[in-house]
């Protein structure tokens, strides 16, 4: 039995590398950070670095909504086989990449800036789950290193909910939850990380 189960593991493993997947970065020195990454596969599951070479990527689950939508869009620019730069004079704004991967499968394309709606839309999307994992990690690191600033990275985290700029909400529940119940935050923190996990609870409770 023990035997099966690790060849059922290893089959697991082995779709889950063939599995279509979505590469995206974003380098541009002198921001803050100057380069991040988001890896996207057709089941939502989404990898955030911040260095090409991080082998402790921070790791969530988009929805199947999320995911669907963010695939479609793929699809609707060719999964990245033709150029999406524009012709336009612009600022440089950061390079990005977005790469295709199914297998044997690969297509790449690399622009500062594009006209192209549907690249517009699918661009959105990684910012935002690169905003959503830069969220996770500073209320992390404050509540880890920085109890006194976990008001303020509590903030920032419902700001950006309410300007619907997070993916995956459900990941920061396990982090709000603990604050929310910890004595040793402030009490203004941990009301506040109570309401923002109703508030998330209670998006995902209205979802059909």
Known sequence: ????????????????????????????????????????????????????????????????????????????????????????????MGKKTFRWEDGAEKSEVTFNYTEDPSAQALLDWFEKMSESAQQRVELERAAKYDRLGVDKALRSLWSALDRKRLVAPEQYLPMLDRIANNESYMHTARTKAAEIAEAIRGAGASKP
């Not at 979505?22 to 057709?42: A, C, E, H, R």
């Not at 670095?49 to 999320?66: M, S």
Request: proline share 8%; charged share 25%; glycine share 2%.
């Open 1 to 92: 039995m023990r035997l099966a189960a690790v060849f059922v593991l290893a089959a697991s493993a082995v779709c889950a590398a063939d599995a279509p997947q979505i590469f995206w970065s974003k380098s541009f020195p002198g921001s803050v950070p100057p380069y991040v990454q988001v890896t996207l596969d057709k089941a939502g599951n989404a990898e955030y670095r911040e260095a090409a070479d991080d082998d402790q990527p921070l790791k969530f689950k988009l929805t199947e909504a999320e995911t669907a939508a963010v695939f479609d869009l793929a699809d609707k620019v060719d999964r990245f086989k033709h150029p999406l730069e524009s012709p336009l004079k612009v600022a440089f």
